[in-house]
């Protein structure tokens, strides 16, 4: 049986807190790529799903154990799925969340459809040659508000508007936001996966 330990082929500090909670208890040892050494991969493809094999391979690659990465984003119908795999650069390299906010708002400010969700498509990798990669993927669906609402979070957190409930994903507990959202679900479907075919 693998050992519980698992590197995690992100540098982002909010995903990482979500995973490390979402991922104890299970049991499972959470190591940032960052800890071992190891630069990001390149992202350079058009979906979700390519991207995260590229990082789960690279990591899995660089530090010999199993790998575990997430490739996810904001997709918004009245912009044909954008921000979509550039979320965090969709106002260019090094654009910071609140440069990204403001790019989505002035996107979006000729359209009255704000309706949007967000993706997470997961990718564990036992080594980097695994023929069978563990695949998980979740959405989560909402609209975008103009002013920010919330501090918590991160990305597109306090723009992301949770009609059902009144709040944006910022206005959230963490732990609430870890059971509902796109990350929460993809990752409760990639667990009992892990259990499955990793004994885990």
């Given at each position: ?19 490390q909670?979402?991922l104890a ?15 990001g ?7 979700f ?8 391979r690279?990591?899995a690659?660089?530090?010999g154990?199993?790998a575990l ?6 997709c918004c ?19 910071s ?8 708002v ?11 969700h ?13 023929p ?6 979740a ?9 920010p609402r ?17 709040q ?26 892990l259990?499955n075919?990793?004994?885990?």
């Amino acid at each position: 049986m693998l050992p519980r330990r698992l590197v995690i082929a992100s540098n982002n500090a909010g995903k990482l807190r979500e995973l490390q909670a979402l991922l104890a208890p299970a049991g499972v040892e959470v190591i940032a790529q960052a800890a071992l050494g190891i630069a990001g991969a390149e992202e350079p493809h058009r979906t979700f799903v390519e991207n995260a094999l590229a990082k789960a391979r690279h990591a899995a690659r660089a530090s010999g154990l199993p790998a575990l990465a997430d490739d996810s984003g904001l997709c918004c119908v009245a912009l044909g799925g954008a921000p979509g795999v550039r979320s965090a650069r969709f106002a260019g390299e090094g654009a910071s969340d609140a440069d990204n906010n403001a790019e989505l708002v002035r996107r979006l400010a000729p359209y009255a459809d704000r309706r949007a969700h967000y993706v997470c498509v997961l990718v564990a990798l036992a080594h980097a040659d695994d023929p069978e990669p563990l695949l998980a993927e979740a959405r989560w669906y909402g609209t975008i508000v103009d002013e920010p609402r919330g501090h918590g979070g991160f990305g597109y957190d306090p723009h992301f508007f949770l009609p059902q409930l009144g709040q944006t994903a910022a206005q959230l507990a963490p732990a609430h936001k870890n059971a509902i959202s796109h990350r929460g679900q993809a990752l409760a479907a990639l667990r009992e996966k892990l259990r499955n075919h990793w004994g885990w």
